[in-house]
């Protein structure tokens, strides 16, 4: 377990013996496809740690929409900034989108161990950070790019450096919720990359045939950071 532990980013830089005192306190979890890890609105008193899977955070409309915040990848951390918060309580629901195993950390002696350690709260703080600068860029898309964009974005943050070749490891309705675009949105926009000849889409497969055309479409010619990441999250917590 401490082995898992290090490789995350908000824990790499704790020491040994921090690292054994998280793992007294954390429990394995395991969940099937589609199993519901906890409900908005529900204590927190853990967070996470994703070993494998892949999770959803998302939140529910008054009328039951969902809307989905962020798709969790191996190694990543999350819900993990409520442990600042007096009593607090989940503000989206997470579910597994494939079987999933996880370590959940407790908050409380997670907190206290900061509270013993200034050095430490500023390790923690930093990986925050990292977070929040992700959101801020994820703002941005939102707000100051059109759906085609955003979706031209997302690919071509998905691209492993010399590689044209990508997989989609969401469904496609989940990814369009993720864009913040509707599924039909999102298909008139691979249908329209595609007739442009930027694109090539079989099954989950997609082909990036011009990927100069890709990043002008993305508005990412002079910004996009090298390596595999997603929307909104350059220079985000990933590991």
């Given at each position: 377990?401490?082995?898992?532990?290090?490789?995350?980013?908000?824990?790499?830089?704790?020491?040994?013996?921090?690292?054994?005192?998280?793992?007294?306190?954390?429990?394995?979890?395991?969940?099937?496809?589609?199993?519901?890890?906890?409900?908005?609105g529900?204590?927190?008193?853990?967070?996470?740690?994703?070993?494998?899977?892949q999770?959803?955070?998302?939140?529910?409309?008054?009328?039951?929409?969902?809307k989905?915040?962020?798709i969790?990848?191996?190694?990543?951390?999350?819900?993990?900034?409520?442990?600042?918060?007096?009593?607090?309580?989940?503000?989206?629901?997470?579910?597994?989108?494939?079987?999933?195993?996880?370590?959940?950390?407790?908050?409380?002696?997670?907190?206290?161990?900061?509270?013993?350690?200034v050095?430490?709260?500023?390790?923690?703080?930093?990986?925050?950070?990292?977070?929040?600068?992700g959101?801020?860029?994820?703002?941005?898309?939102?707000?100051?790019?059109?759906?085609?964009?955003?979706?031209?974005?997302?690919?071509?943050?998905?691209?492993?450096?010399?590689?044209?070749?990508?997989?989609?490891?969401?469904?496609?309705?989940?990814?369009a919720?993720?864009?913040?675009?509707?599924?039909?949105?999102?298909?008139?926009?691979?249908?329209s990359?595609?007739?442009?000849?930027?694109?090539?889409?079989?099954g989950?497969?997609?082909?990036?045939?011009?990927?100069?055309?890709?990043?002008?479409?993305?508005?990412?010619?002079?910004?996009?950071?090298?390596?595999?990441?997603?929307?909104?999250?350059?220079?985000?917590?990933?590991?």
């Amino acid at each position: 377990m401490i082995e898992e532990l290090r490789r995350a980013p908000l824990l790499s830089r704790l020491d040994t013996d921090q690292l054994e005192r998280v793992g007294r306190h954390a429990t394995r979890v395991t969940l099937d496809a589609d199993q519901l890890l906890f409900s908005q609105g529900d204590a927190a008193n853990r967070f996470y740690l994703l070993l494998s899977g892949q999770m959803q955070l998302f939140r529910l409309s008054p009328e039951g929409a969902e809307k989905v915040i962020e798709i969790v990848s191996p190694g990543q951390t999350f819900a993990e900034a409520l442990m600042f918060l007096s009593a607090p309580r989940y503000p989206v629901c997470a579910s597994a989108l494939m079987s999933s195993e996880l370590l959940a950390i407790d908050v409380v002696d997670f907190a206290a161990m900061l509270r013993e350690s200034v050095d430490t709260c500023f390790v923690v703080l930093g990986a925050l950070s990292q977070r929040l600068r992700g959101l801020i860029g994820e703002i941005d898309d939102l707000t100051l790019h059109t759906a085609t964009s955003r979706v031209a974005r997302y690919l071509a943050a998905k691209m492993t450096p010399g590689e044209r070749t990508l997989e989609l490891d969401v469904r496609k309705g989940i990814l369009a919720s993720r864009l913040s675009v509707q599924p039909e949105t999102f298909s008139r926009v691979v249908k329209s990359l595609t007739a442009r000849g930027v694109i090539r889409m079989q099954g989950s497969q997609v082909t990036v045939l011009d990927e100069e055309a890709l990043l002008r479409v993305g508005e990412l010619e002079d910004t996009l950071e090298p390596g595999p990441v997603s929307i909104g999250s350059l220079g985000s917590l990933r590991p």
